[in-house]
């Protein structure tokens, strides 16, 4: 074992049960999570048991009310929760985001009889969820997005197809926005579609360079009839709460995308100072010093980043404008750590058998998704100078 091994990040946590909590996710990521990593990874299994365990153990509805099953804890310490589940597996990590941002709506904007009857199983159930915002021709410009709902008596009938979902396929349920009414932001509903319904279908899994182990897919659906007691908030009110949502799910991007710089430092550090060449450590060479350094900063600046928006969130002030761009220098900060972990390794980190060439895969997908970093710049300029003029 190197002599100057890796430790735990030390994290500064308001509660004792916060503390407990985040020993709990380690024991967790160490015991059943990070040693079946690269193999799954490498063969695209998706761990559905390690979600039974994060469930069972209360680590899928932390934000939100323990009046139905969630942990009543601040998006502070959740946020932490997510970067230890990242560092150990990314696709953990991510699932856990993307599962706590398909509770979001109907958490935030659902009637106290949806809540009552669907979030208990949501946050504590063993379900699993998935967010369809997206479509094949609706990425970055959502608003223009194309899947119809239309009344029929007391229901709606939803045609369309959603794209790049991540859970597509495995999901126990879908919040889906979905137009019924004029084009653009103002005539999107938001909908809760449990993934047995008839006209429901995935398509098959994309096939991608990270993330393998992750399932995203096209959803399609084929005139899937939904109660109506199945529409999330007003009519016409589904952008705004995909966009509410999304501020939020910015900050689980930020963290994971921490989480994975970090396991690559971990690696790199531990390659470095058991590396000998020329008589001594590789470690003891200023070049390779400072570039450790430079990536252990860059961590600890997003860290210190993403924790301040989410403190902002906690406090009940605006935050959007923090989250986009702790989304934006997080998940740049990943892509060059780990690009940097794979140069310290050198030709060991090119191959499979060291984990860090899978965290480069990894980073870059955490810039594209939940909005790329382009559209984070958009966000924060827009905040800094006003809207774009026409």
């Known amino acids: 074992m190197p002599e100057h091994a890796p430790q735990p990040v030390d994290r500064q946590l308001p509660t004792d049960e916060a503390r407990d909590l985040i020993s709990l996710v380690r024991d967790i990521a160490?015991?059943?999570?990070?040693?079946?990593?690269?193999?799954?990874?490498?063969?695209?299994?998706?761990?559905?048991?390690v979600f039974a365990l994060l469930s069972e153990s209360g680590l899928l509805g932390l934000p939100y009310s323990s009046d139905y099953g969630g942990g009543d804890q601040p998006y502070e310490v959740y946020l932490q929760v997510i970067e230890e589940l990242a560092a150990a597996r990314l696709t953990v990590g991510l699932g856990a985001s993307v599962h706590t941002l398909s509770c979001h709506a109907l958490a935030n904007y659902g009637t106290k009889e949806q809540q009552a009857e669907h979030l208990?199983?949501?946050?504590?159930?063993g379900l699993l969820g998935a967010y369809c915002l997206s479509e094949p021709a609706a990425g970055s410009d959502a608003a223009s997005l194309r899947t119809k709902a239309v009344r029929d008596g007391d229901d709606w009938v939803l045609t369309g197809t959603k794209a790049w979902i991540t859970h597509?396929?495995?999901?126990d349920f879908y919040?889906?926005?979905?137009?019924?009414?004029?084009?653009?932001?103002r005539g999107i509903t938001a909908f809760l579609a449990p993934a047995d319904v008839r006209g429901l279908e995935a398509a098959a899994p994309e096939r991608k360079?990270?993330?393998?182990?992750s399932p995203t897919a096209q959803i399609n659906f084929d005139g899937v009839r939904l109660d109506g007691n199945r529409r999330i908030g007003e009519e016409g009110q589904g952008f705004a709460i995909a966009l509410a949502a999304l501020d939020s799910g910015r900050l689980g991007i930020a963290a994971c995308a921490i989480g994975l710089a970090q396991a690559a430092l971990d690696e790199a550090v531990s390659y470095a100072t058991g590396r000998r060449q020329f008589g001594r450590p590789?470690?003891?060479?200023?070049?390779?010093?400072?570039?450790?350094?430079?990536?252990a900063t860059q961590i600890e600046a997003g860290r210190a980043l993403y924790l301040a928006a989410a403190r902002l969130r906690d406090a009940g002030r605006p935050f959007a404008k923090q989250a986009a761009m702790a989304k934006l220098l997080c998940t740049d900060t990943a892509m060059k750590v780990t690009t940097d972990a794979v140069q310290v390794l050198g030709g060991y980190g090119y191959t499979a058998d060291f984990p860090v060439e899978r965290y480069m895969r990894e980073a870059k997908v955490l810039q594209i998704v939940e909005g790329t970093n382009q559209i984070q710049r958009m966000v924060i300029a827009r905040h800094?100078?006003?809207?774009?003029?026409?």
Do not use: H, N, Y
């Open 30 to 49: 160490e015991r059943e999570i990070a040693p079946k990593a690269a193999e799954e990874e490498d063969t695209g299994r998706f761990p559905r048991e």
């Open 282 to 295: 590789i470690s003891d060479f200023q070049g390779l010093r400072f570039l450790l350094a430079d990536m």
């Open 175 to 185: 919040t889906v926005m979905a137009r019924t009414g004029e084009d653009g932001p």
């Open 120 to 125: 208990p199983a949501m946050l504590g159930g």
């Open 384 to 390: 800094l100078a006003g809207p774009e003029t026409r």
């Open 168 to 171: 597509g396929g495995i999901a």
């Open 209 to 213: 360079m990270g993330l393998k182990g």
